[in-house]
C-alpha cells in the first residue's frame, strides 16, 4: 500500500499504527503491512489551506502519489480527510486504484443501519461539502454543528490536537457538540478527522461513532491481504 501521509504526521502516525496491528491481528508472528509511506510538509498544506489554495496543495499531493506508484505501490490511500477535497487530482495522477475514505465511511454507517450522521472534523471538512456529497452518494445524510460549534471543534483540531496537545476542557466541548448532534437527529457521529481520537472515544458520544482512520485503514488491510 503507498500512503500519502505528513497532514499531521500524528495522524499519519496513527494510520501507520492501525494498519500493522490490523496485520499482525490477521497473520500472525512478526508480520506487517507492506508499505510506502510519503510525507509531506503539514505546514506548507496548512498555510494553502488557509489561503484556499487548493489547487496548489493538489499538485503537492498528486506528486507524491505518483511518486508512490512509481515506487511500487499497488494502491494509493490518503491519510487524511479534510484533504479528500483534491481527491480527484490524484486520481488522476496515478494509474493504481485510489481508495477513498468516505466511501469507506458511508459504507460502514449504511452497514450499520444509519442513514442520518453527525460530521465532526476541521471546517473544511464540515462546510466544503465535499465529505457531505460523497456520503450523500451512498445514501447517508450528514449534519454538521452550528457555526459557533464548528469553530470550536475546528480550532482545537489545529490549535492542539495536531501539536498532540489534549486537554480536559476541550474533551467537554466535543461532549456537547456530540450531544447537541444526536438530538438533533443524529443516528451516529462520524469523527472525520484522524486526530479526533486523541482527545475523545466512543464512551464520549451518546450514539455509535465511525472512526474514519480505523475503518479507512481496515479497508486498505482488507485489500492488502487480499489474495
Sequence with gaps: MGLIGGMSWESSAEYYRLVNESVRAALGGQHNAKSLMATVDFAEIEALQRKGDWEASARILAEAAAALERGGADFIALCTNTMHVVAEAIEDA??????????????????????????????????MGFYADRMA??????????????????????????????????????????????????????????????????????VPVFDSTRIHTERLVELALRP
Excluded at 468516505?102 to 452497514?111: M, P
Excluded at 453527525?118 to 462546510?127: C, D
Excluded at 456537547?176 to 458520544?205: H, P, Q
Aim: net charge negative; glycine share 8%; hydrophobic share 45%.
Design 94 to 127: 496515478i494509474e493504481v486504484p485510489f481508495v477513498h475514505l468516505v466511501d469507506a465511511v458511508a459504507e460502514s454507517v449504511k452497514a450499520a443501519g444509519s442513514t442520518r450522521v453527525g460530521l465532526l472534523g476541521t471546517r473544511f471538512t464540515m462546510e
Design 137 to 206: 452518494m451512498h445514501g447517508v445524510e450528514v449534519l454538521v454543528p452550528t457555526a459557533e460549534e464548528r469553530e470550536a471543534v475546528h480550532e482545537i483540531i489545529y490549535g492542539e490536537l495536531t501539536l498532540g496537545k489534549v486537554r480536559e476542557e476541550s474533551r467537554e466541548v466535543y461532549r456537547e457538540v456530540m450531544a447537541a448532534l444526536a438530538a438533533r437527529g443524529s443516528e451516529g457521529i462520524v469523527f472525520g478527522c484522524t486526530e479526533i481520537t486523541l482527545l475523545v472515544d466512543a464512551s464520549d458520544s451518546p
